[in-house]
């Protein structure tokens, strides 16, 4: 997905500028929230939205997304395996 359409960029902008909205407006501890429940509301059911219209896009697409937050300490369920390449036979090996 190097290449974005139209709207999965509209997508993006609009999730991390909600994001900053939030971020901009979570008040300090103890103190009273400026945006009223209802806005904080329509903030999560916008969130929702966008996550599920990119979930769509990325399946119209064919393309399987396995992408997960996970947290640093949590154990890996792979292992990266390294190899080397084969040596050449030299013309006297057959």
Do not use: W
């Amino acid at each position: 997905m190097s290449s974005r359409s139209t709207e999965q960029r509209i997508l993006v902008v609009m999730r991390k500028l909600l994001a900053q909205i939030v971020r901009d407006t979570t008040p300090g501890p103890g103190e009273r929230h400026l945006l009223s429940e209802q806005t904080i509301k329509d903030i999560r059911d916008c969130f929702s939205l966008i996550a599920a219209r990119e979930r769509e896009l990325i399946e119209d697409t064919g393309i399987e997304n396995k992408d997960r937050p996970y947290f640093v300490d949590e154990p890996k369920t792979s292992t990266v395996l390294k190899f080397k390449p084969p040596r050449k036979k030299s013309p006297d090996e057959d």
